[in-house]
């Protein structure tokens, strides 16, 4: 037997007398559960190569079994530094082994290498490993809903399955919850008691895009499984403040605005008693009211004994009008003025006592505006519209987005 195979057997017995492996095994770890959620999990398989003495070509393989003993898979690890390998070279081996089906399995490391050209191998003990289905989330409205606006808050559905074809998980919720976060940061409520279709309530802090997280976990055996977690983005937008200002600028621009120029006129009169030859001035002024005649009028007219004639001047009206009393034309044609009708300019008018009132001329004489909160110009109407189109726009917005915090 040469030096060589003496070492190799030498280092072989000083091993098993320590009662130690030369593999190292680093994942998975024994009795490990993997949740098989919509899709089957990748299990990593990394194993250490303990070698005291120089070695050649050290090579180490996964064999996989299942629960009865049979050969499911056998896995060659890496040490390259590819494919997830960390470092090239440093003894640790690195695979992965992605199950066909949800039960026990069995897993031994074998190890190979030369040293000095004579071929070596070591095994390491048996361990087991469980891939179990659990259920997994599910938002509902992800299709319809994945990059839409929200307000501050959202409600989002969520439904657990179970298995690829994604059907509705039935079975027993006491040992499942869920989990949910946001990117940003956001807050999270949970629904108090699970069901198999639940909602949950997401708050935003300022105006972002958000990716919204959730995922079932499983608690089997003392272990919490984690199924992977199901994402979808909204928009947290608040409604433009630019369509409110806007419509308070134009709101006020319509109060602001003058009201429609009415203008005011003057009416020049003269009351003439044929008796004496005598002539009285009149005049009617703006809105005002003149009383005509008696001794107690703004105009008396002497040994006048008639009733009294109130005129009236009204802002936009280029005649005055008769209110109170009776005139007929002078002329002796035509019929006789109610109250309520106008007076002509030019044409001359007989009281009751014979008197005669001659309109003269009536004359723009200044001008009123309207009360400011009619909107009786067309800018005022315009500004008044488009203010409240405006402001209507941002309340629409403001509850469109609290329409859709409750979905």
Same mark, same amino acid.
């Given at each position: 037997?040469?030096?060589?195979?003496?070492?190799?057997?030498?280092?072989?017995?000083?091993?098993?007398?320590?009662?130690?492996?030369?593999?190292?095994? *680093?994942?998975?770890?024994?009795?490990?559960?993997?949740?098989?959620?919509?899709?089957?999990?990748?299990?990593? +398989?990394?194993?250490?190569?303990?070698?005291?003495?120089?070695?050649?070509?050290?090579?180490?393989?996964?064999?996989?079994?299942?629960?009865?003993?049979?050969?499911?898979?056998?896995?060659?690890?890496?040490?390259?530094? !590819? &494919?997830?390998?960390?470092?090239?070279?440093?003894?640790?081996?690195?695979?992965?082994?992605?199950?066909?089906?949800?039960?026990?399995?069995? $897993?031994?490391?074998?190890?190979?290498?030369?040293?000095?050209? !004579?071929?070596?191998?070591? #095994?390491?003990?048996?361990?087991?490993?469980?891939? /179990?289905?659990?259920? &997994?989330?599910?938002? $509902?409205? !992800? @299709?319809?809903?994945?990059?839409?606006? /929200?307000?501050?808050?959202?409600?989002?559905?969520?439904?657990?399955?179970?298995?690829?074809?994604?059907?509705? &998980?039935?079975?027993?919720?006491?040992? +499942?919850?869920?989990?949910?976060?946001?990117?940003?940061?956001?807050?999270?409520?949970?629904?108090?008691?699970?069901?198999?279709?639940?909602?949950?309530?997401? !708050?935003?802090?300022?105006?972002?895009? %958000?990716?919204?997280?959730?995922?079932?976990? *499983?608690?089997?055996?003392?272990?919490?499984?984690?199924?992977?977690?199901?994402?979808?983005?909204?928009?947290?937008?608040?409604?433009?403040?630019?369509?409110?200002?806007?419509?308070?600028?134009? $709101?006020?621009?319509?109060? =602001? =605005?003058?009201?429609?120029?009415?203008? @005011?006129?003057?009416?020049?009169?003269?009351?003439?008693?044929?008796?004496?030859?005598?002539? #009285?001035?009149?005049?009617?002024?703006?809105?005002?009211?003149?009383?005509?005649?008696?001794?107690?009028?703004? &105009?008396?007219?002497?040994?006048?004994?008639?009733?009294? /004639? /109130?005129?009236?001047?009204?802002?936009?009206?280029?005649?005055?009008? *008769?209110?109170?009393?009776?005139?007929?034309?002078?002329?002796?044609?035509?019929?006789? *003025?109610?109250?309520?009708?106008?007076?002509?300019?030019?044409?001359? %008018?007989? @009281?009751?006592?014979?008197?005669?009132?001659? #309109?003269?001329?009536? #004359?723009?004489?200044?001008?009123?505006?309207?009360?400011?909160?009619?909107?009786?110009?067309?800018?005022?109407?315009?500004? =008044? $519209?488009?203010?409240?189109? +405006?402001?209507?726009?941002?309340?629409?917005?403001?509850?469109?987005?609290?329409?859709?915090?409750?979905?």
């Amino acid at each position: 037997m040469g030096r060589g195979r003496i070492s190799s057997v030498v280092a072989a017995l000083l091993i098993a007398k320590a009662g130690a492996s030369p593999i190292e095994v *680093l994942a998975p770890k024994p009795d490990a559960i993997y949740g098989w959620g919509r899709q089957a999990p990748t299990i990593r +398989l990394e194993a250490r190569a303990r070698l005291t003495e120089p070695a050649e070509r050290v090579f180490i393989t996964a064999i996989i079994a299942n629960a009865r003993g049979e050969l499911v898979q056998r896995v060659s690890l890496r040490d390259d530094g !590819k &494919y997830g390998d960390a470092a090239a070279n440093d003894r640790v081996f690195t695979g992965a082994f992605t199950p066909t089906t949800a039960e026990l399995h069995q $897993l031994r490391f074998k190890m190979e290498w030369q040293r000095e050209g !004579k071929p070596a191998r070591a #095994y390491s003990p048996f361990q087991a490993f469980e891939v /179990v289905r659990a259920p &997994y989330a599910r938002f $509902l409205n !992800k @299709l319809d809903q994945d990059g839409a606006s /929200v307000g501050a808050t959202t409600r989002q559905p969520v439904a657990l399955l179970i298995g690829d074809s994604e059907a509705r &998980y039935t079975g027993a919720l006491d040992n +499942l919850s869920l989990q949910a976060q946001a990117e940003p940061a956001a807050t999270v409520e949970l629904p108090k008691s699970l069901a198999p279709q639940s909602s949950i309530l997401y !708050k935003f802090q300022k105006p972002s895009k %958000y990716t919204l997280y959730v995922n079932a976990v *499983l608690t089997y055996k003392g272990q919490r499984i984690a199924t992977e977690a199901d994402s979808m983005t909204v928009q947290y937008a608040r409604p433009n403040n630019g369509w409110f200002i806007g419509g308070v600028f134009a $709101l006020l621009l319509a109060l =602001l =605005l003058p009201g429609k120029r009415i203008p @005011l006129y003057t009416h020049e009169m003269q009351a003439i008693d044929p008796k004496l030859g005598t002539r #009285y001035s009149v005049e009617v002024s703006s809105e005002q009211s003149v009383r005509i005649g008696s001794r107690d009028a703004d &105009y008396p007219l002497p040994s006048y004994t008639g009733d009294a /004639v /109130v005129l009236q001047a009204r802002a936009g009206e280029s005649q005055v009008r *008769l209110m109170e009393g009776s005139l007929t034309p002078a002329l002796g044609f035509g019929e006789s *003025l109610s109250p309520g009708d106008a007076l002509t300019p030019g044409e001359k %008018y007989r @009281l009751g006592n014979g008197t005669t009132l001659e #309109y003269i001329e009536a #004359y723009e004489n200044g001008a009123r505006h309207t009360n400011r909160f009619l909107p009786n110009t067309p800018p005022k109407a315009i500004a =008044l $519209l488009v203010g409240i189109a +405006l402001v209507a726009y941002y309340l629409y917005q403001h509850y469109q987005l609290q329409q859709l915090a409750q979905l």
